[in-house]
Structure formats: C-alpha cells, structure tokens
C-alpha cells in the first residue's frame, strides 16, 4: 500500500560524542565495553544493581543508537519519509554546570551536521519535494543544568542559526525542580519567541514505592517502570505546569508530548474536575490560583501528541482530546522497542502503530495523511 | 429528556456503625467533631497535619456519607433509578485482624437491611420493574486484614445468604502486599465460585515523591493525588495481577474497576508493548513467565469499567480497550465531587458524565442504555 508523506517525530540518537561522554563516566548513566559482545548502557539507577555482574549489566547498545546510516535503514524499510532526531533521555540533565553549554553547543551542531550532509546528498539544490526521499531534521538539546538561565536561553537563540533544528527536547526536571519552576521563565519565553516546539520527554519515571517497592519493581522486569512509570512521569509535569499558570503566563508555548501524552488524553476529565473542586482553587481566598484556561483549552491550542501509543484506545482518546486530528503526529521511538526476534526486520513496534493509526480513522484518508506527516511538515515547517 | 434505567454502580456510603468506629478512632482514618460545625474526615495521611488546626483537618463530612435519604434524594434530583452502594474507601484496611471479621459482617449486614427495607417500601410484594422507583444494592467489604484468608473466604460464602449484595467491593493493598499476592489465590477463587463481581477501587494514590515531593504535591492541594495518583494506584494494582497472571490462573474473575480503570484502556497498548520486549518474558529461561492472555484479551473478558471519567477522550478509550459498550457502566462517586456552590442542586460531576456518555454514542440510543443502565442491571442480575 503506498501511505502518504511519513514524519518519525519520536526518534533518538546518541551522537558519537555523546557516546564517547558516556563511555568515559564511571555513574549513571555510563557506557561499559565488556570483554566481548555489545556495549552496555546503563541509564537508569535501578540497572546499576552491583548484584549483577557488570558486563550483563544495563541493556546492549548497538550501531542503532549512533550510526545514522542503520537509522536511514529503519526509515527506508518502514516507509518513513523524514526522521526529526532528537537525543534520546537522559540528555544532558545530570552534567557538571561548568560543562553544559560545551556540550550542547557541541551535540546540537553534530545534530545539524548529520542533517545537512544527509539532506545534501540526498537533494544537492535542496528543491526536491519531502516524499519519496529520506531527510533528517533534529530537536536539539539544552544545557539545563548550566549555571545560569542565561546560558539556556542564549543555546535557544543560537539554534536559530541551525537551519536543521526544529525544535528542542527536554525532560522532566527543568531545571531540577521540575517544570513549574518560576525559574524556567525565560526557556519558556525564549521558546515562545522562537518558536520553537518544545518536546517534552520522560526519564526519571515513578519512585519503585509507587509500584509496591524494589522487589516487586524488579520481579517484572522493566515493564512497570516503561509502561507506567513513564506516561506519568510526563502527565504529572504537564499537569503542573497547568496548575502553576505555564500556560496561562506563556500562551503561545507548543510543546509536543511523547507517548501520546503519556495519558494526559484519558485523565483531562478527571484532573479538569479536581481542580473545579480544589477549595484551594475555588476560593478566591487560597494562596494558588488555579489555572484560568482549562486543561481542555490547552490541549486545543498548546499541546500535540506523538501517535506513539500501540492501539486505537489511546489514539481514539488523543483525538478527541485535541478535538481533531491536526494536532497528532506518528513517532517510533526508535532504537527503542526492536523487533522481538533476531534477524527480524519489520518492527512490530512501528506497524502495531502503523495499524493503530489505520483502523483510528478507517477510511478517512485525509485524516491518515495529516497524522503520519502532514502535521508534523506543516507545524515543523520542513517541506 | 426521558432516559432509560439508569443504574448508579460506583456510590459510596458509610454506614451509621462505620461512622461510629471512625468516631472513636484518633489515627487516620478518623472523623472529629469540631466545637461547631460539621465533623471533619482526616482519610489520608497528608489531611493529618499537625500545622493545620483540628477542627479544620480533613474535609467536612456531611450526612450524605451516611444518610440513606440523601442518597435517595441525589438518585431522584440525577434520574438514577437504582444504586449499587458500596463502602467507601479505606474500607477495612486498617483494621486490628481481631476485629476484622465482626465488622465486615456489621457493616455487610448493615448494608443488606438498608438495601432490603428501601426495596421493600418501594415494591412490598418484590413484582414491580427497576425502571421509575429507586432501589438499592450493594457491593459488600471484606475482613481482608483477617489472621487467615479463610474467614474473608468464609465471608464472601455467608454474602451469598443476603440477597441484596451483588458484589465486593476491595482496595489495591489486598492483605497488605498487593493484588499479585499468591496468598490472594483463595479469595480469587471464592469470588469465581460465587460469581461476585469485585470493585477495584483505589484510596492509596502514589507517594508524594511521585509528584516531586510533600511540598509540590501540597501546593496544588488534592489535585495531583486524586486526578493522577488514585487513576494510577488502580492501573498499576491490575497490572501487578496481569503480570502475576491471576487472570490466567482465575479465568473467571470479573473486575469492575473504578474510574474507568484509572487510566487501564490508555495505556494497555503501551503495556502490552512492554510485556513483548521484556527479555524476562520473551527468554523461557526468565524466572517469571510473562501472562498468558494479553492485556486486550483480559479487557474483553474479566474486566468491567464504571464510566465515572468525566469527558468523551477517556471514555471512547475505554469503550475501545473492551471492543464494544458491554463492558462500560454509569456511576457517580457520590457523596464526592459535589456541587460547586452552596444550595446547588444539580452536580456538575455526575451532569459531566451523563453529557459524556451522550456526546461518545451520538444518537445510539441502544449504546447509550447499554452503559447508563442495561449493562449493570444484567451483570449484577438487579431485575
């Protein structure tokens, strides 16, 4: 079946320096070389378990992580038109001040290298329509824990230099505080007069009490951490930044909200009607105000969704949530959830999405054009 | 406009002998009688602040936790024409184990001659339909803090002699270590045999680091507790049974989950992704085998879901995780989320619901009958 334009909005990298910066760390999150076989990355702190011997320890990490000629195979194979790379998490959150903003300036003009070569092979005069050829756009990174917001806000700026970057991911924790943080003011105006679209991504998840403690954590692997802990993650940041006004005090603010929002869409009803029913929101008198604009108008106007939610129960509720299908934008999360057995070539994680998508809008075509690419090449501004 | 029988599966009373118990209480859960004004509830640990003065504590608890006629007067004012009543949350979690046994069967009993004396004032000679008259019913609490699963199963068995209970309702901390817990098996079993259906309901939320802290989470009031934590607290708890495979070994449990399955029909796609990746389960060699039937077959086939979820994005989820509107049953959460202004008679969080349900079945008036009441009345066999 030939599918309309193709936008991957949800897929990392790890740039080779980025690599080289974790192979030479010692926490996490770090790169180790065993004796023999894969690179192991260990990136989350429940991996780091010294009870595991440290070559097993973490999960392998192969070529499809740094080498972009193995990301432009995936992409040819699963008739995906352009790919926005991002870094993937945990970015750059956990570095030392004083090396933040070499880092960035150093990752987000590798980003922008990557997509000017690619881009020029592919189209030398640069007139070529988007369909039918494998392009690379990129959401930058930013160096968050730098000493100053400054330096954040001045990368932001610099990123408009960089024809390529479209954008810039972030997690969860700002600047440490999470994003209701009064202190990300300026990110926050810096992106809205760039207009940039902000990614907004997980990494940290939800402390192993929230799942009934380490042992019953670890007892299923990682699927309570991955399919839970994560949505969360995203849906409680958002939510704050809500309750604390972000989106009443910065209007033009778009952010693009990985795994569909993690699940933003299903509990809006609900979290629209605690805050209605918060004494401390209701009386004038309490010492937060609640948000004045609802959290149904901010998924109207502020925020889109990755596609990125394996099934049509989650994209149904991101539709009507959005109130439209203009607002929803197909993602893999690649390199992440490869196929389950080796040799394997088609990804079960991008065609369970791909049918998720078909049998959301059996039929209507315009509204499969808009979500596998259209949204994201006319909000991305990449044709 | 005249509706269809509209049958309440998700309400919430507190019995005169509970309210006594909680009385005598000086922990959380307890209740307190102010110098004026109405008793005050402290139900969560967070509500037990010793900055915060006594009298105001908690949150005022009026007599529709515990009046009958109010309740009655609610269904009448909403069009309900029958309520399956339940206990509310904490139910008897907290309970010495010696007394667990003789309150269970108080309050059940309690329960069962409030239901039965209601019924019979409205229809003496038990012939008349539900549909135009208000009659009650009730999910039952267990003894789950019991010395031996053997009395909370001994209690589900003596259930079967009243005959206005229908159900049981239950908590996410089962005997104390979750609902994965094998020491669980017993009590699964005797809900199988007497086809009882069980309420999952939640009351523990997610710890407050969770929301980044005691601090964030107090900012913003109940908010992030209730909208994110309660709906999480249910998904994780069934997820723990899915991935124990209490549905594999217990194929005929049938779950009614609160909230529309706290954010369940979201995230099961998401949740089945990470079941098929986990090395745990893929690998045989794993030490915990992954669950036999997926997450999307469990939702079709022991899984029910209230419709208390406050707008169309989470409901046509849920409508779509179990493939159809056989599955989806109106409630209301009352006596919580009342009005917003004193004297108010109509409440906007049940008023939400009902405008839900309308707007996600648009003229399938048999769609729409099948979740406002046909779907309760046949599962919980009320005519």
Chains 1, 2 share one sequence.
Not at 88 to 106: K, V
Request: charged share 20%; aromatic share 8%; hydrophobic share 40%.
């Amino acid at each position: 079946m030939s599918r309309p334009l193709v936008v991957d909005v949800h897929t990392h990298v790890y740039p080779p320096s980025y690599m080289a910066m974790l192979r030479a760390r010692k926490t996490v999150p770090y790169i180790h070389d065993p004796a023999s076989g894969e690179p192991r990355l260990i990136i989350l702190s429940s991996d780091d378990d010294p009870s595991i011997p440290i070559d097993e320890r973490g999960r392998p990490v192969d070529t499809s992580y740094s080498d972009i000629n193995v990301k432009l195979s995936f992409m040819k194979q699963h008739g995906i038109d352009s790919s926005v790379i991002s870094l993937a998490n945990p970015w750059l959150d956990f570095l030392d001040p004083a090396e933040a903003q070499q880092w960035a300036e150093r990752i987000n003009n590798d980003l922008e290298e990557t997509c000017a070569q690619n881009n020029k092979s592919t189209d030398p005069d640069n007139n070529l329509p988007l369909k039918g050829r494998s392009t690379l756009f990129a959401f930058a990174t930013l160096p968050l824990s730098a000493p100053s917001p400054d330096i954040i806000v001045n990368e932001i700026k610099r990123l408009k230099t960089l024809p390529h970057i479209r954008g810039v991911i972030m997690g969860t924790s700002g600047l440490g505080n999470g994003l209701d943080d009064e202190k990300l003011g300026p990110v926050w105006a810096a992106l809205e007069e760039t207009q940039f679209l902000l990614f907004l991504h997980p990494h940290y998840g939800l402390p192993d009490e929230a799942f009934g403690g380490p042992e019953v954590t670890k007892r299923y692997g990682h699927v309570l951490p991955l399919a839970l802990g994560f949505p969360l993650e995203t849906t409680i940041a958002v939510t704050r930044m809500l309750l604390s006004r972000v989106f009443d005090k910065f209007p033009q603010l778009q952010i693009l909200l990985a795994h569909s929002g993690g699940t933003l869409p299903f509990l809006a009803g609900r979290i629209e009607s605690c805050i209605m029913h918060e004494r401390k929101f209701v009386e004038n008198g309490g010492d937060v105000p609640g948000p004045q604009r609802s959290i149904w108008e901010v998924l109207k106007t502020n925020i889109f969704l990755d596609a990125v939610v394996y099934g049509t129960a989650g994209l149904k509720a991101a539709v009507a949530a959005g109130e439209g299908t203009d607002r929803l934008m197909f993602g893999t999360d690649h390199p992440f959830f490869p196929p389950l057995n080796e040799g394997e070539k088609e990804w079960i994680s991008v065609t369970t999405n791909y049918k998720a998508i078909d049998a959301t809008f059996e039929g209507e075509q315009e509204a499969v054009a808009a979500v596998l690419g259209g949204n994201a090449a006319r909000v991305l501004k990449l044709e």
